[in-house]
Structure formats: C-alpha cells, structure tokens
C-alpha cells in the first residue's frame, strides 16, 4: 500500500468513517485516537514494551476498552524463551549497579536515559532503579544479592504467568 493509500485510511478512521482498520503495529503506532474500544492482536508481539505499547491504543479516553491476543502454543513456546532471555545476568547486573551508584543524580528520569544510554533497555532501566531504591542502604553485597533475587522472582512470575494463558 503506497503512503498515499495509509494516509487516507488512518484519516478516515480517524474521522469516524471507518469503524475498524486492520493494520500492522507499525502502523497502528501512528493512530493516535482516543476512543479505540478494541485491539486484536493475530500473534504475540516481540516483548513485553511492545505488547504494552500496542494495547495502549485502546481506551485513551478512560473509557473500558479489550485487547485480545490470538495465538498458539508454539507461539507461546517462544514467548516463555524471550521470557527467560529478558533476565539479567550476574555481570549485567554488576555492571549496572556499578553505573547507578556512579551517577550523580536522584531524577528517575535522568538516571533511565543514562542507563538506556549504557545499553539497557527502557523497562529494565526502570525495574532496575526501582528495586535500587528498594534496597538503597543496604551495603552494596547485599543490594546486589537482593536485587538479583527480586529479578528472579519476576521473571519467574512471568514464566507462571505465561504458561497460564
């Protein structure tokens, strides 16, 4: 479809002469409308921040709005891998925490885009400096052990999770 063509389909649908659009993500991330009731996803996306952005279409208005995901098991065989491959490592971990205790500042919001700007991803920069900030006066041996078991933990939460659906 040529640019011409999406443009006018995102405009009408914008506008209320189209009920319903199916697109791609890539697409879908350029609606911005507030009173989207419903999104269909026909596979699982790529990770956790893009599903969040993805659903995130619906409801902006405050309103109830559903997202539902199609898919099967060998799809959700895939979503456990990305799961455990989303987990920090021993290394990742000290080296983070090396750079948070390094920077010289207590906004959130610096101290994320200097962690992004180190390699890491933006929901594991904030995971990250929230469970820092958990555990912030404990001697650095302990922080790391603590933070180490608190990834863990949700990661293992996600797999249980996962493997519900």
Do not use: W
């Not at 199916?22 to 009173?35: E, L, N, Q, R, Y």
């Not at 491959?85 to 750079?99: H, K, N, Q, T």
């Amino acid at each position: 479809m040529d640019a011409g063509d999406r443009m006018l389909i995102q405009q009408q649908f914008i506008s209320g002469q189209l009920d319903l659009i199916c697109c791609t993500s890539a697409f879908g991330m350029g609606i911005d409308k507030a009173d989207i009731r419903f999104v269909i996803h026909m596979s699982p996306p790529q990770s956790i921040e893009a599903f969040m952005q993805e659903i995130g279409r619906a409801g902006r208005d405050g309103k109830n709005s559903v997202s539902i995901l199609l898919y099967t098991e060998e799809d959700a065989d895939i979503q456990q891998h990305l799961i455990q491959a989303e987990g920090f490592d021993d290394p990742e971990i000290d080296f983070f925490l090396v750079r948070l205790t390094q920077m010289q500042t207590n906004d959130e919001k610096k101290l994320r885009e200097q962690l992004m700007e180190s390699g890491l991803q933006e929901t594991r920069a904030r995971m990250l400096i929230h469970y820092y900030r958990m555990y912030q006066s404990d001697e650095p041996r302990v922080l790391l052990m603590k933070l180490k078991e608190k990834l863990q933990e949700r990661q293992t939460e996600k797999l249980r999770k996962s493997v519900a659906i």
